[in-house]
T-cell receptor, first 111, second 113 residues
C-alpha cells in the first residue's frame, strides 16, 4: 500500500524566515507526486506535479523538488498569506487515478 | 470557468437519516473522485467515477455508502442510515482525463448528531 509521511506536523515561521517541508513516500512505481495547499474550511488547491527524480518546479515563493524517496517544498521569505496546510500526495502507475495523501504540514507565518 | 461545485456546504443529520452530497465537476471534466477527510486525519480516497460508470469504489465502505455520476446532472454521494462516525468533510475532485491534476471542490461538512 502506498504510504506518505509529512514532516513536521506544524511549522511556525517569522515573516521572511525560509524553511522546508518534507514528504517521504513509498509507492510501487511512482507516476506523480502532487503538492496542494489547503486553507481552513476550504478544499485543497493544486500547486505542483512532479514526475521524476531531479525535477523542480517553482511558483512565487514556493519551490518543489523530488528525489526517489522524498519531496521537499521550500518556502522562501514567507509572508503571512502563505499560512496554510500543505498536503503531499502520490499517484502510482498501476493506479493512475487515486491520490494517496499525507496528513499535511500546517504552516503559520507571523508578521 | 467555474471550479468544482459542491452542495450543500454544510449538512446536519440525525443518526439513522440519509445524507446526499452533490458534486458538479469543472466544465469539460468527465472524471470525478470523492475523498473523505476525518478530523485530524488526511484525505482518503473513496470512489472514482466516469459518466454512468463506477470505476473503483475500493475506498468506500461496502454498507450504507453509494455513489453515482449520471449522464445528466451532478455526481451524488449517498450515505444511508448515518452514524456519528460518518461526521467528516467530503471532498469531490475532477479531472479532464486520467492522470491529470485533480481539482477539488470546497467540500461538504457533514455533522451527524
Amino acid at each position: 500500500e502506498d504510504q506518505v509521511t509529512q514532516s513536521p506536523e506544524a511549522l511556525r515561521l517569522q515573516e521572511g524566515e525560509s524553511s522546508s517541508l518534507n514528504c517521504s513516500y513509498t509507492v510501487s512505481g511512482l507516476r506523480g507526486l502532487f503538492w496542494y495547499r489547503q486553507d481552513p474550511g476550504k478544499g485543497p488547491e493544486f500547486l505542483f506535479t512532479l514526475y521524476s527524480a531531479g525535477e523542480e518546479k517553482e511558483k512565487e515563493r514556493l519551490k518543489a523538488t523530488l528525489t526517489k524517496k522524498e519531496s521537499f517544498l521550500h518556502i522562501t521569505a514567507p509572508k503571512p498569506e502563505d499560512s496554510a496546510t500543505y498536503l503531499c500526495a502520490v499517484q502510482a502507475r498501476s493506479n493512475d487515478y487515486k491520490l494517496s495523501f499525507g496528513a499535511g504540514t500546517t504552516v503559520t507565518v507571523r508578521a | 470557468n467555474a471550479g468544482v461545485m459542491q452542495n450543500p456546504r454544510h449538512l446536519v443529520r440525525r443518526r439513522g437519516q440519509e445524507a446526499r452530497l452533490r458534486c458538479s465537476p469543472m466544465k469539460g471534466h468527465s472524471h470525478v473522485y470523492w475523498y473523505r477527510q476525518l478530523p485530524e486525519e488526511g484525505l482518503k480516497f473513496m470512489v472514482y467515477l466516469q459518466k454512468e460508470n463506477i470505476i473503483d469504489e475500493s475506498g468506500m465502505p461496502k454498507e450504507r455508502f453509494s455513489a453515482e455520476f449520471p449522464k445528466e446532472g451532478p455526481s451524488i454521494l449517498r450515505i444511508q442510515q448515518v452514524v456519528r462516525g460518518d461526521s467528516a468533510a467530503y471532498f469531490c475532485a475532477s479531472s479532464p482525463s486520467l492522470g491529470n491534476e485533480q481539482f477539488f471542490g470546497p467540500g461538504t461538512r457533514l455533522t451527524v448528531l
